[in-house]
């Protein structure tokens, strides 16, 4: 099959797809490649939080509101296109579990300049009023812009878009080619595919480590495992909560806790470590609701850190119409949609700069060619 396109994007998970959405919305043609099925590895995650006050000292995210504004957007949009219902806006309550957690907690509202409305402080009275099974150590910092998604029914549901739009995917290509025409164009080249197009996006995630055009980047890969449980007991609360891990639901029966942060791992498969580290953050937090429940699934994925924890994206030193959206890490949600937007202007402008803390100009100086 031969096929003429604009941009080629390598993946088909938050990345690719999110790129994909932004392109199409600007009437620029692209086609989706994926080594794998849409939506494989940490994109595939079954319950993730947009959560801009993230990580132990609950530090408000990078351009969190330029963030939130934009993967709201597409939140909304891609339920109002399909019918579909995978996600809620459900508030995030941070107990603080010992005296490290209470002081990052409480000093973040006075370290960050929360938009308004955003966050606030709960004394240890308040906690018990409003979840009297939930373990704190004096307070909890309480997140009101947060959602839970069920991410594999969102990234179904832009696909769903894309293709009812005329976008091509192609999944499961475990092996390609590319190479270069005199007139710049790039070309793809697989057993059953040959795709000529101006650009190639790399939204291949922790493989981007692996890929020999962009190994030089000093990411890193870090595994993610997850577990999934049911209660016949009602859950009584609508938020997620996290402390050193989060607890989240989308129904009052099934529930999910996450996720660990393994740099040394064996294999991408869940193990018995992950569901007892998984397991003892739920029973720190909330003791009793594990006792209730059945485990009912695992998962695991491989996620790509940077140095700084900002995602990777741009254009390559050297090769014309090469770009890279990478290294989103445990926030490929938050940063998913904004930074689609992003590279999509570029693709759109070449006077366009992104901006300088993602920029991958910023890791150049790791190039050798």
């Avoid at 086609?31 to 993730?48: D, T």
């Avoid at 579909?84 to 490290?100: C, E, H, I, N, V």
């Avoid at 870090?222 to 009584?236: D, F, V």
């Avoid at 806790?257 to 869940?270: A, L, N, R």
């Amino acid at each position: 099959m031969k096929v003429t396109t604009q941009v080629i994007i390598l993946g088909g998970g938050l990345a690719g797809l999110s790129l994909a959405l932004s392109l199409n919305k600007r009437g620029i043609k692209c086609i989706v490649i994926e080594q794998n099925s849409i939506g494989f590895g940490a994109s595939g995650v079954p319950l993730a939080l947009i959560n801009p006050a993230a990580a132990k000292q609950a530090n408000l995210a990078w351009n969190a509101e330029e963030c939130m504004l934009s993967i709201e957007r597409n939140l909304v949009y891609v339920s109002d296109q399909t019918g579909q219902s995978f996600y809620k806006k459900s508030g995030l309550l941070r107990p603080a579990t010992d005296d490290k957690n209470l002081l990052a907690f409480r000093s973040s509202l006075e370290r960050h300049n929360f938009p308004a409305g955003w966050a606030h402080w709960f004394t240890g009275e308040q906690v018990d009023q409003l979840n009297p099974d939930c373990k704190h150590n004096g307070g909890a910092l309480w997140i009101n812009e947060a959602y839970t998604v069920d991410v594999p029914i969102y990234l179904s549901a832009i696909k769903q878009i894309l293709e009812n739009e005329g976008v091509l995917f192609f999944d499961r290509i475990a092996e390609y080619k590319l190479s270069q025409f005199q007139d710049g164009k790039w070309l793809v080249n697989s057993d059953m595919l040959e795709i000529k197009s101006d650009h190639i996006v790399h939204c291949i995630g922790s493989n981007t480590a692996l890929e020999s055009d962009w190994n030089w980047l000093p990411v890193h890969q870090i595994k993610g495992q997850m577990s999934l449980y049911y209660t016949s007991n009602t859950i009584q609360w609508n938020y997620s909560i996290a402390a050193n891990g989060y607890i989240a639901h989308l129904d009052h029966h099934h529930w999910a806790v996450g996720s660990t942060f393994e740099h040394h791992f064996k294999d991408i498969k869940p193990d018995g470590w992950g569901l007892n580290y998984l397991e003892r953050k739920v029973d720190i937090i909330l003791p009793s609701l594990r006792s209730e429940s059945t485990l009912v699934k695992r998962w695991a994925g491989i996620r790509l850190g940077t140095p700084d924890r900002l995602p990777i994206v741009g254009r390559h030193p050297l090769l014309n119409g090469r770009w890279i959206f990478s290294g989103l890490g445990s926030k490929g949600l938050f940063y998913s949609a904004y930074i689609a937007e992003e590279v999509a202007k570029c693709i759109c402008d070449s006077n366009y700069d992104l901006p300088d803390q993602i920029d991958i100009k910023r890791y150049y100086k790791h190039y050798r060619n």
